[in-house]
């Protein structure tokens, strides 16, 4: 679905993580640095700062994730993080999410969190990563034996929920991956029968099915995707509703083995208009495909967002895209293929471009 707004912003609360999942190269194989800066947490009056000159300057997003390379739960005023955001970005932001493998969102925390979420603001979306059915197989392919934490924290979550009819949404997320593709049908079983037991309420659920995303498409792609193809016709899984739950698939490609793509040729990655990203330290970025930050802004410590997502340097990086032109980072990536580059978008940075006299299109 395509964005509204200034399409989805992502908040990175740390980029500590307390899993070794085997498709996370930065903490599977232990980085020392994720970004090529220390690894930290997002401070509380930063984020207040980033919020007030959002407000400020009047900014919407279809919504906000606060996760990026790190497990937000690491942070440990979260909850304060998020009702921060609910408060002040009241009717400019469709919803708010945290994706978590809840292995520290310990029941007081879990509490802690619905007590943040003001009763007529934006509804809460808890992606929980499980990617498992079995304990062994958690532990395969996450690096750590905690399904049984997990599963202990989500009840309580259930419960809490349902007692204060709380506006709190739930996606158990199932990434299909070597090791785990044959564990589909149990973690759908599971999953559905304990939401069923919890009674109906002011909330959408989902299971989600998702193809494993190798370097943005990279070598090994067309592998990962047949792995889950065969997994889902294995399973007999298909998008559509299962008693109270919603069963999502992930249908989209990358744009290499995309076959329009292919085709018509590679087109700027809408990512460049779509999904900025804020780094623990307030520096603002492009895309959360880009790891070591070569995308980078410049600081929400000394500017506001609009400030830097309107700026001379995101509107040549998007006339960059426009004229066919991808360099560095953007070189090898797929692209954000889930959202689309729609002519107002494209039109509007050109206008922003001839305003700031910048580069033309032409290579």
């Avoid at 500590?16 to 498709?23: A, T, V």
């Avoid at 744009?255 to 990655?269: E, I, K, P, S, V």
Wanted: aromatic content about 6%; overall charge neutral.
């Amino acid at each position: 679905m395509q964005p509204t707004g200034a399409g989805v912003l992502q908040v990175e609360p740390t980029d500590h993580c307390n899993l070794r999942c085997r498709m996370c190269a930065p903490h599977h194989e232990g980085w020392q640095t994720v970004h090529g800066i220390p690894k930290g947490l997002l401070s509380v009056p930063l984020w207040e700062r980033v919020l007030d000159g959002l407000v400020k300057d009047d900014v919407h997003f279809d919504h906000i994730i606060f996760q990026w390379l790190g497990d937000p739960s690491l942070h440990p005023e979260l909850a304060r993080l998020v009702g921060l955001a609910a408060a002040k970005l009241m009717n400019r932001v469709g919803y708010l999410r945290i994706d978590t493998n809840a292995i520290r969102l310990t029941p007081p925390r879990m509490d802690a969190l619905l007590e943040q979420l003001p009763v007529n603001g934006p509804p809460l979306l808890l992606v929980l990563t499980i990617d498992a059915h079995t304990e062994a197989t958690y532990a395969d392919v996450k690096g750590v034996d905690a399904l049984a934490r997990v599963r202990r924290n989500v009840r309580h979550l259930i419960r809490a929920r349902t007692r204060r009819q709380a506006r709190l949404n739930l996606q158990f997320q199932f990434v299909v991956q070597e090791g785990n593709d044959h564990e589909l049908a149990p973690f759908l079983r599971y999953w559905t029968d304990l939401l069923a037991c919890q009674g109906d309420g002011p909330w959408h659920d989902e299971v989600m099915f998702k193809r494993l995303s190798v370097g943005g498409g990279g070598p090994g792609q067309g592998e990962a995707d047949a792995r889950y193809e065969q997994a889902l016709a294995s399973a007999g899984i298909a998008a559509g509703q299962r008693g109270p739950v919603q069963v999502c698939v992930w249908e989209r490609r990358p744009w290499q083995h995309d076959d329009r793509a292919a085709a018509t040729g590679r087109g700027a990655c809408p990512g460049l208009w779509l999904t900025p990203v804020i780094r623990h330290d307030g520096a603002l970025m492009m895309c959360c495909a880009d790891l070591h930050s070569e995308l980078n802004l410049g600081s929400l410590q000394q500017a506001t967002f609009s400030e830097l997502w309107h700026g001379a340097r995101a509107t040549q990086l998007r006339l960059d895209h426009l004229a066919g032109r991808f360099e560095g980072v953007c070189a090898g990536c797929g692209g954000i293929n889930w959202y689309d580059l729609t002519p107002q978008m494209a039109a509007a940075a050109r206008s922003r471009g001839a305003a700031l006299g910048l580069a033309s299109e032409t290579p």
